[in-house]
């Protein structure tokens, strides 16, 4: 919120965004909506049930050129880049030598290259770092296509009767489709725990796609306040807030983003730390956490143990509209870092009990088969 509003960029949907009485704010060096008319809550929960649109074109996105792009890839995550068939996507992570986390992205493997997408406010830094650790492969960044998701249950439904194809693909897999004649590259995935599709689409057509989607009676324009309510309740963390270059993916929970190859070979960034943390432990954990009572736990939040003692702190929190009822995650230490453990967040220096739980919220709604 401290981006000088006279230097903020803008997505090509910025005019979309105004007329349809979007409350703008500054994110990430862009202007964006953070609501409509129809608030926060009634976003979240028509997303829930039929079907979102959300302005991702803030994202970065890029092409890493080259018959070894994989192979490349992986000297920078964990993640097992060269096991993706063609068509298939993963979720991992940039990280740095002492094992934290520069970002987290998704890649797609497309046959002559991998389609990235990274976070808008790390983009420029990513980018920087990927060209300058791999001299030897072509960065090719993608600024003249927008990114729309198409988010909820209803979206397959909608998507498909302009792009048929998309029907018939599954969670975490991507592929070029023509829309109307324009040529997009479509991956069902996103941030909000529900089925969906995230649409690379030109600057120049982003504009009339979105209003063909928002003419159908299934789908309302969603801002960012709903979309950091869907991914809280979906359990899913938020670069800057839940991971940052000073948590490593095990105190994250995100053990699963290292797969057996990866773990046997390592040869990624903080290797040595990370294989470590899967051996021996960690001194902390990400967890959930479910407050008694209407009260929120903000971000920042001290989490205490029922003696009084600092436990943690918050990391993301705020009121889940599916779940009707606050809800947090955040680091504990470890010994406490389990489901059904008793806590108190400090909220307005009183001693709000909260229990320890699993993420997700909600179930998540993914096309698996």
Known sequence: MADDTKTLKTTPLDALHREYGAKMVPFAGYSMPVQYKAGVLQEHLHTRSQAGLFDVSHMGQARLLGSKAAEAMETLVPGDIAGLGAGNMRYTLLTNDAGGILDDLMVTHCGDSLYIVVNAACKDADFAHIQAKLPDAKLEIIEDHALLALQGPKAAEVLARYAPAVR??????????????????????????????????????????????????????????????????????????????????????????????????????????????????????????????????????????????????????????????????????????????????MVRGKAQPAEVVKPPFVKQNYVKD
């Open 168 to 345: 018939h693909m599954v969670f975490l897999t991507g592929q070029a489709v023509r829309i109307n004649d324009v040529p997009c590259f479509i991956t069902r995935s996103g941030y909000t725990g529900e089925d969906g599709y995230e649409i690379s689409i030109p600057n120049k057509d982003a504009d009339a796609f979105a209003r063909l989607l928002l003419s159908e009676h299934e789908v309302m324009p969603i801002g960012l306040g709903a979309r950091d309510s869907l991914r809280l309740e979906a359990g899913l963390c938020l670069y800057g807030n839940d991971i940052d270059e000073t948590t490593t993916p095990i105190e994250a929970a995100l053990n699963w983003t290292i797969g057996k190859r990866r773990r046997a070979e390592g040869g990624f960034p903080g290797a040595d730390v990370i294989l470590g943390q899967i051996k021996d432990g960690t001194a902390r954990k990400r967890v959930g956490l479910v407050p008694e009572g209407r009260a929120p736990a903000r971000a920042g939040t001290e989490i205490q143990d029922l003696n009084g003692a600092a436990a943690g702190t918050v990391t993301s929190g705020g009121f889940g509209p599916t779940v009707d009822g606050p809800i947090a995650m955040g680091y504990l230490r470890t010994e406490l870092a389990v489901p059904g453990t008793r806590v108190n967040l």
